[in-house]
């Protein structure tokens, strides 16, 4: 029996926080054995282009981004990251929402290395977002500044409650969950949640949502990621099959950002060709 293609649907790439440029990811991604590989930057389409020009032979790649959610309906608001696969990038209304969040994430970051600087801490704002070089920028962005400035050791530790993961961590004005799943769907696109039970990371999406959302347009939940337990993500796959959603596995590589490896977890072929079909074909899967 043939061996199965390797999928792997969410990556980070320069174009927001992982550490690989576009083309070296997809290079990367060919390196690893993959058949098919997802660029899913924050709240971005830039590093599509790149990435489709470098594509090595053999290898797919299905064009996404990680939308920046927030759902009203908990006090605080609860931020959620949902995955959005071959939707149209000249979606005007989507357009404007993904400009927004970026803009909303330098004027957070500048928040926040202005905390640090108050507290003694000597990172420059100009400087990280120098480094950014035009992409999303992100905590891992301002983390590296960190290290880069000696207090910490590694990006893990960048994330530790004395430093951005509580102390020095502000909100961001993100995109309301409702109105992203159905711009997706209105820009051809197929959202589906990632990692939705993260609990390490403080990161629990309920189920309730998640059924709502499942009857307005969701497609499917990603179960299998590093941030989920073994038993998450059968509790994320139960949920799906409950919810008639489908269901995939990825490794949300971010470079040396984080230790992840890609490839580290998979999606099923028949869960990718439910994806393929969802979309609108607007944006097609592009091939090596
Ligand atoms: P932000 O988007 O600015 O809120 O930063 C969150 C991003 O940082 C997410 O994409 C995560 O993948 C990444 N991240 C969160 N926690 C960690 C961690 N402990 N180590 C490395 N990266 C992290
Ligand atoms: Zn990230
Ligand atoms: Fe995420
Ligand atoms: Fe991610």
Known sequence: M?????????????ASDGTLGPAELVRAAADAGLAVVAITDHDTTAGWAPA???????????????????????????PLHLLAYLFDPDHPELVAELAR????????????????RADGVDVSWPEILAAADGGTVGRPHIAAALIRAGLVATTTEAFGRDWLGERYRLPKD??????A??????????????????????RIVPDALIAELAGVGLAGLEADHEDHTPAEAAHVRRLATDLGLLVT???????????????????????YERIVEASSGVTGVASG
């Open 181 to 202: 799943v159905a711009l997706v769907r209105a820009a051809g696109g197929v959202p589906v949640f990632a990692h939705p039970r993260a609990s390490r990371r403080g």
């Open 101 to 116: 969040v970026r803009q909303a994430r330098e004027v957070r970051g500048e928040r926040i290395v202005a905390l640090l």
């Open 52 to 78: 489709v020009d470098a594509l090595p032979p053999g290898l797919s790649l299905v064009r996404g981004a990680e939308l920046s959610c927030r759902w009203h309906g908990a006090a605080p608001a609860l």
């Open 249 to 271: 596995g990825s490794s949300d590589f971010h470079g040396s950002h984080k230790s992840v490896r890609l490839g580290a977890h998979t999606t099923a072929p028949e869960a």
């Open 2 to 14: 043939p061996a199965r293609p390797l999928i792997d649907l969410h990556a980070h790439s320069t």
């Open 174 to 179: 993100d995109i309301d969950v409702f109105r």
